[in-house]
């Protein structure tokens, strides 16, 4: 009553008083958080991330903090804390790629000191907790000539950099680790007998000098005041009928500085002396490390022969720990490395040690004493080359009932017969589920089903390690894996050679690329629902490859053919038995250094496959220009093309070439080409050139409009550039005929226009849908880990040209492609180092699959031309239903009184 009573004082004093006694409401409600750009209830139901750091290069226990963790550093050039127990990441921190953000040294005490670059290098201090930056300073050596070959370690809170310079000497150079300040100046320790196959187990620096019988095995403590050297003949430890010797360092974090020898015996540096340990290597592919234990050191080896393996010895007794024995045949690690290992002591005294693995195909594991997995990481996501999205197969259930139509044979009664047993097994199903509790919901263990709308399907990740995962697309949980060592996945493609909608027949992938040892053809085909190999199984091919495709026509399996075509000019297709079913059948090939596209059509002369050079197009004006293809890209295989205008649409027989040609013959005159090639005759249709540019790699085809990207030199900004191909304003082609590129007799009519892009962008892709009737939208992911949706009509290029079009949106006041804020996609879910987009139909017509990949991967859906189709999450069932009832009740309660107000008429 006192706050009304003030509020109703007519003054000026009562009013303040109001205000002031409502402040903490006004308080309490600028607290409430309310979304942005999407729902809350939406987050994470549609999309999903996934972070990764890369394959562990250095790692390290953190054993100060009070939250247990790991501290890596990684090839994709990431610094990051993994969970101890979980292995999710803590915190992480991505530096810059290439040479420029290179890892040289990871050191964890009470902080975390890296190393990074390549001179001029960043010396970085980092809390271990939080990752926070502490201190950070350069540092730039006048020496360029040798730094390949530099060795960074941290000893009593010194930076020491050390310089071999093979056969003369050894720069020595302290600094500061927390300031940069010199120790002094540069020591040069004399060192004739440096080479190439020395080893650094700091602070000792080892060497092999002369030959196997008379040879010296050396070893010189770099940052000892007093030099001296340690030596002793190198037949002490091999035998005199080798003819080769190799030094390799421990692996991991070793307590103890030492080497092996040949892969053979190990070595330690111990009281400036060289000591062999009585333990040899158990197997010559085995990764050796020292570790400190709870009884002293112990010597640790990890090896995988069919099953991965491990064995630890005392170093000083050479007997062996029970504890740390084991073999697990169900864990496959390829050629397993130690990054780091821990062992501590029990509460019950017992030995607990947890060993960081690393495996060839970059998974890395923490495995405990017992062999027990506590958790996997599968790095080779974090660089993804190649994606394919497959469709699941429909129930047991649906797939009898597709059998049933599918049966037209036999009399009525059979088909009365086949549809009650099909509803007699609806009925269990139910049944079934009502007895286990779930109702009418699907089983969550076995969801590997097609589901009413097309959105749950398997995504295919082919990997640049030679690891293929089958990945579920809703939750990005791995399904199965494989990997294949030989597999150089340079140039790979991925081909669904048969969906999974022909039951009884599998589903059919093959994975296409390069053997890594001859550089031959290597081909994998695999079931994608399982994962299993079938069909060709894993071929390896005599030849090399130029290019490969896919027939479109199915053989009476429902399988495409693969056509191969070897760098000699000769076709193979797989299988053999399809070759009859060739029929105009067209390939190119672009030779990116040349610049130079050649056609191919595909002949069957009654026995074999033949292919004829039909065409040659230089794109760079001819040999020895110096101009080279940066991209290529062509409009997806089986897409639907509908035209927006009346004119016929520019659909190219067997593709369309988009090459992206960049001169670098002269300084400031670059120059960008974007050629649009007829695939099958060659013909160059159209041709846009940007003078003062540099290409960039990212250009998108479909239906019959381009897209590429560039930078531009005049003005330092973005470009995105356009060109859409049209028939022209008068029909010319008899009406309802197919363009063919071989019977045209004009070109087309080509638009063009140029947009400012206000960001940069590094990757792009265009959303595709089942029947391309949805509208499309240009995906653009950039660099700063947004990835934002454009739609097409403020790309269109004929935005302000000539008259205002139908369906084309007026131009915009200024040439700058508007990117708001909702139209970013994965809204607070950065992607970090974005390099791909991939997009792929769903059952909705509506609806478009997306994914990135880069060190991360983000997944979602998008509706270009909103959910027409489907009904909203938020649809009021409830109401409607009620609404409806109303409706009913009222429709017979009026019929009723209406027959009643009959009746009493009729008696009047």
Not at 154 to 180: A, D, K, S
Request: charged letters at 20%; aromatic letters at 8%; one cysteine or more.
């Amino acid at each position: 009553m006192g706050v009304l009573s003030n509020c109703v004082k007519p003054n000026f004093l009562g009013l303040l008083k109001c205000l002031n006694s409502l402040n903490w409401f006004i308080v309490f409600f600028s607290l409430i958080n309310l979304s942005v750009c999407i729902y809350e209830d939406q987050i994470g139901k549609f999309d999903w991330r996934q972070t990764y750091v890369g394959r562990i290069k250095f790692s390290q226990f953190d054993t100060v903090s009070t939250a247990k963790k790991i501290i890596v550093a990684t090839e994709e050039n990431v610094l990051a804390a993994l969970n101890l127990k979980t292995g999710q990441v803590v915190w992480r921190h991505v530096f810059e790629s290439a040479s420029t953000g290179n890892i040289q040294l990871l050191h964890v005490t009470e902080k975390v000191v890296t190393v990074s670059g390549s001179n001029p290098y960043l010396v970085r201090g980092w809390d271990s907790a939080t990752g926070v930056l502490l201190w950070e300073w350069s540092l730039t050596l006048q020496n360029e000539d040798h730094v390949d070959f530099s060795e960074w370690w941290v000893q009593n809170n010194m930076l020491v950099h050390m310089v071999p310079i093979f056969g003369t000497h050894i720069e020595v150079t302290m600094y500061n680790v927390f300031n940069g300040q010199n120790k002094g100046a540069s020591s040069k320790l004399p060192a004739p007998w440096t080479n190439e196959g020395c080893v650094l187990s700091a602070p000792y620096y080892t060497c092999i000098s002369g030959d196997v019988s008379s040879g010296l095995l050396l070893s010189l403590d770099v940052t000892s005041d007093a030099v001296q050297l340690i030596s002793r003949p190198l037949s002490e430890y091999v035998s005199l009928q080798s003819s080769y010797v190799n030094l390799s360092p421990l692996d991991g974090n070793s307590v103890i500085p030492g080497f092996t020898i040949d892969n053979r015996k190990i070595v330690i540096i111990k009281n400036n002396q060289l000591e062999l340990l009585k333990v040899d290597v158990t197997d010559p592919s085995a990764s050796v490390t020292v570790i400190e234990s709870v009884n002293g050191p112990l010597v640790l080896q990890a090896w995988s022969d069919n099953d991965f393996s491990a064995v630890a010895h005392s170093v000083s007794t050479g007997s062996e720990v029970k504890e740390l024995q084991w073999s697990d045949r169900e864990l496959k690690l390829p050629d397993p490395e130690i990054s780091s290992a821990l062992c501590t002591k029990s509460s019950r005294e017992q030995l607990v040690c947890r060993i960081l693995v690393t495996a060839a195909d970059d998974s890395t594991h923490l495995i405990q004493q017992d062999g027990r997995v506590v958790w996997s990481r599968e790095e080779a996501l974090s660089n993804v080359v190649a994606v394919e999205f497959v469709e699941l197969p429909v129930s047991d259930l649906d797939a009898a009932i597709e059998s049933e139509f599918d049966q037209k044979e036999g009399s009525i009664w059979a088909a009365f017969s086949r549809r009650l047993q099909t509803q007699i097994q609806q009925l269990q199903t139910i049944i079934q589920g009502l007895h286990k509790g779930e109702g009418m919901e699907e089983d969550a263990t076995s969801p590997l089903v097609r589901d009413y709308f097309g959105l749950h399907k398997i995504i295919v990740l082919v990997t640049e390690v030679g690891k293929i995962f089958g990945m579920d697309n809703l939750s990005g949980a791995i399904l199965w894996k494989y990997y294949e060592p030989n597999l150089d996945t340079e140039g790979v493609v991925v081909f669904t050679r048969r969906t999974a909608r022909h039951p009884p027949n599998d589903a059919y992938l093959t994975v296409v690329g390069k053997h890594e040892e001859s550089g031959n053809g290597l081909i994998i085909s695999l079931n994608p629902i399982t994962g299993a190999l079938i069909g060709e199984r894993l071929l390896q091919l005599d030849v090399q490859l130029l290019q490969v495709a896919l027939l479109h026509k199915p053989d009476n399996e429902k399988l495409h053919a693969l056509i191969l075509l070897d760098k000699d000019e000769n076709v193979q297709i797989l299988p053999i038995s399809a070759a009859p079913l060739v029929e105009n059948m067209y390939m190119y090939v672009a030779e990116k250094t040349t610049a130079t596209v050649h056609g191919y059509a595909i002949l069957y002369d009654g026995k074999s496959l033949i292919a004829q050079k039909t065409w040659l197009t230089h794109l760079g004006g001819g040999p020895g220009s110096g101009h080279r293809i940066v991209t290529a890209a062509r409009k997806a295989p089986g897409e639907r093309v509908h035209s927006p205008g009346r004119g016929e649409i520019f659909d190219i027989d067997g593709g369309a070439l988009v090459g992206r040609v960049n001169n670098t013959s002269l300084v400031h005159t670059d120059v960008v080409v974007a050629t649009c090639v007829d695939a099958a005759s060659g013909a160059v249709v159209a041709a846009q050139a940007h003078r003062r540019a540099r290409a960039l790699a990212l250009a998108v085809h479909t239906e019959h409009y381009v897209a590429y990207l560039y930078y531009n030199d005049k003005h330092r900004r973005t470009e995105i550039a356009t060109m859409e191909l049209y028939e022209g304003k008068q029909r010319w082609l008899a009406a309802g005929a197919a363009f063919s590129s071989l019977e045209s007799w004009r070109a087309p009519s080509v638009s063009r226009h140029a947009y400012v892009l206000p960001a940069a962008p590094s990757a792009a892709a265009a959303t595709t849908t089942e029947r391309s009737l949805t509208d499309k939208h240009i995906l653009l992911a950039l660099s700063s880990g947004a990835v934002v949706e454009v739609p097409w009509v403020y790309l269109e290029a004929r935005r302000g040209v000539g008259p205002d079009l139908e369906g084309v949106v007026p131009p915009p006041p200024a040439p700058d492609v508007p990117l708001p804020a909702e139209a970013r996609l994965n809204y607070n879910r950065t992607v970090a180092r974005p390099e791909r987009v991939y997009t792929a139909p769903a059952g909705l017509e509506s609806t478009s699959l997306v994914l990135v990949t880069g060190l991360d991967l983000f997944y979602t859906r998008v509706a270009p031309s909103k959910t027409f189709d489907l009904l909203k999450d938020d649809f009021d069932y409830y109401l409607i239903t009620i609404v409806l009832g109303a409706l009913i009740v009222a429709t017979y309660s009026t019929k009723y009184f209406a027959s009643r107000k009959m009746l009493k008429l009729a008696w009047k």
